[in-house]
């Protein structure tokens, strides 16, 4: 046996006989999920990855307005919804204008106001998963807000309240990353 195989048999038998350890050792609060619904939920954590990368693309590039319907129509609450109506080719104003109505439909304690019974992935999730859920999609509307905010000529007082808006959603992530493991 060459000392390449022998190299690569040790590092295979290390990796096997680690990975037990580092999962007993992982102190997060396991979500178990459903099958499908843990599918449905990684795809779209992986998503959130994907647009968190468009966003800082549109940051850099100075398109503001990009930035805040990635951030309120694909990240913020309801954007389950928006997807929907994309697929729909319903244009942005359309989408914009119906987020308008079901703020003001939360607002009045309709629509929105499941706390995690409606027809969402939050019914299968503990409350305090959930409501880290609920910051991530709160400081995508407050993005959202902050990058709608900014006038044609941004100053650098713009783009540091957009990436400090931005810095609390990847904060909102990365919090329920450390306190969460989904099985």
């Known amino acids: ?24 050792d992982d102190a997060r609060e396991l979500v178990k999920l459903p099958v499908q619904v843990k599918e449905k939920f990684l795809t779209e954590m992986r998503g959130n990855l994907m647009k968190l990368e468009d966003i800082m693309a549109a940051i850099a590039d100075g398109k503001f307005n990009e930035v805040a319907n990635i951030a309120d129509l694909k990240m913020g609450f309801g954007h389950g919804q928006m997807e929907q109506m994309a697929k729909a080719n ?18 009045r304690g309709g629509h929105g106001q499941g706390q995690g019974q409606g027809m969402g992935m939050g019914r299968f999730m503990p409350e305090n998963f959930r409501s880290m859920g609920q910051n991530l999609h709160q400081a995508s509307e407050d993005l959202a807000a902050k990058a709608r ?5 941004p100053s650098v007082k713009d783009y540091q309240a957009v990436v400090r808006a931005l810095e609390n959603v990847s904060n909102a992530c990365t919090s ?5 493991r989904v099985n």
Not at 2 to 19: H, K, Q
Not at 149 to 153: E, F, L, S
């Open 176 to 180: 329920c990353h450390q306190a969460f």
């Open 149 to 153: 905010a900014v006038g044609q000529n």
């Open 1 to 24: 046996m060459n000392i390449r195989n022998l190299a690569l048999i040790s590092c295979f038998v290390a990796l096997v006989a680690y990975t037990p350890s580092a999962i007993a």
């Open 90 to 107: 319903k244009s942005t104003e359309e989408m914009l204008a119906r987020k308008k109505e079901m703020r003001r439909m939360g607002q």
